[in-house]
């Protein structure tokens, strides 16, 4: 009688999503780095939250439109991430610190001569939504000795 009992609740839990936020979090920005080595515009416009706002001033369409240029410019991109820290603030809202080298190899360049990249320290702002962590705000800016 237990067995079954245990094993609706264990579907209910994985109909949930994962039980732990924060390896949510971490499993979507690998899923971001994969996204980007692939050039993948899409997977970014469901990374990023309708009401996504950085302190650059972009809004979502004004990211996605970056990234877009970003992957047109580069026909590979090669990242390394690693994340220094997740806070979970509530059960639906986070905030993560994510240092990136990102580089590029500009369309018709050859080999190393049209290589560029830098490294870079993003600030991110989180919300979970239908089971889906997006982001709605960004800081970035160079990391250079970081």
């Not at 264990?10 to 390896?23: S, Y």
């Not at 979090?25 to 980007?36: S, T, V």
């Not at 820290?85 to 809202?93: C, P, Q």
Request: charged share 25%.
């Amino acid at each position: 009688v237990l067995r079954p009992a245990a094993t609706l609740v264990l579907l209910a839990v994985a109909a949930c999503g994962t039980a732990d936020p924060t390896a949510a979090i971490r499993d979507r920005l690998a899923a971001a780095e994969k996204a980007a080595e692939a050039r993948d515009t899409g997977f970014f416009r469901d990374l990023l939250a309708e009401s996504y706002r950085d302190d650059r001033g972009n809004d979502r369409a004004a990211a996605i439109q970056l990234l877009r240029g970003f992957f047109l410019a580069n026909q590979k991109v090669e990242v390394v991430s690693r994340i220094d820290e997740i806070k979970l603030e509530g059960t639906d809202a986070a905030r993560a610190v994510v240092h990136a080298g990102l580089v590029g190899q500009s369309t018709g360049a050859a080999a190393l001569g049209g290589l560029h990249g830098d490294l870079y320290r993003f600030e991110l702002e989180l919300v979970n939504e239908s089971d889906d962590w997006r982001i709605i705000g960004a800081r970035w800016q160079r990391a250079i000795g970081e």
